[in-house]
């Protein structure tokens, strides 16, 4: 059973325009989100997050949205350049009953940004 | 330096062999993780260690033995490992994990399992 879910697999957006990625989660329990980039043969790099708490975290290009009440996030990417191409992972976040913090991620959506 | 580093980055190994997978960061982190990526497939996370310590072990099959000699290095020891356990395998590490850390990860190891 998913708890997190990205379901576009992919996305192609003109170089300028504004690039939208979605994702949606189950569990009530996760209170904090992210989204991680991940280039080809490397691991998945840190890109923005945002707390329960929250509904809007922005970051120079990149904004991430929260509706709690839908279980849903997105994240927008704007102006979208060839360099973002990339797989997005949207990522949630909740701590164990021993303090520890786990994450759970979403299968990916491979953005590809055309010049 | 934000780097985590994995070696080896390939390995293929046959049902019998042990071979053991290596993560070390120097960020002075002192929560490190595994996870498992299969292709076209999110990570999944394996164990998590917080200062030395196993804190979370996802019911992964023994046939995966982790150790953390200290707070830079974390090891993954694979023995009769099964041809379904070929898959990326990402060692991430964070601050002590226990609050709303970002985690940094590694470029993987690429197991191929004959």
């Known amino acids: 059973d998913q708890q997190v879910k990205q379901n576009s697999p992919s996305l192609s957006v003109q170089e300028g325009r504004i690039s939208i990625l979605n994702c949606d989660y189950t569990n009530s329990m996760f209170d904090y989100f992210l989204w991680y980039k991940k280039y080809p043969a490397e691991g998945p790099t840190f890109l923005i997050s945002i707390s329960s708490i929250k509904d809007k975290n922005e970051d120079g290009r990149f904004t991430v949205f929260l509706n709690k009440s839908a279980k849903h996030l997105s994240l927008h990417i704007v102006p979208s350049q060839p360099g973002d191409s990339a797989v997005y992972f949207c990522?949630?976040?909740?701590?164990?009953?021993?303090?520890?913090?786990?994450?759970?991620f979403g299968k990916g959506t491979k953005l590809t940004v055309n010049p | 330096d934000t780097e985590v580093t994995q070696t080896p980055k390939h390995l293929v190994m046959g049902m019998t062999n042990k071979k053991s997978l290596k993560c070390e960061q120097h960020?002075?982190?002192?929560?490190m993780y595994w996870y498992k990526q299969k292709a076209k497939k999110p990570p999944e996370l394996m164990f998590v260690y917080s200062y030395e310590k196993l804190s979370i072990n996802e019911s992964v099959p023994s046939r995966f033995s982790p150790e953390c000699p200290n707070s830079s290095l974390l090891n993954l020891h694979l023995h009769a490992l099964q041809p379904e356990d070929s898959a990326l395998y990402l060692c991430?590490?964070?601050?002590?994990?226990?609050?709303?850390?970002?985690?940094?990860f590694g470029p993987g190891t690429r197991l191929l399992v004959l």
């Open positions: 990522a949630a976040s909740r701590l164990n009953q021993g303090g520890s913090e786990k994450l759970v």
């Open positions: 991430a590490s964070s601050q002590d994990g226990t609050d709303r850390e970002t985690q940094y």
């Open positions: 960020m002075g982190h002192r929560a």
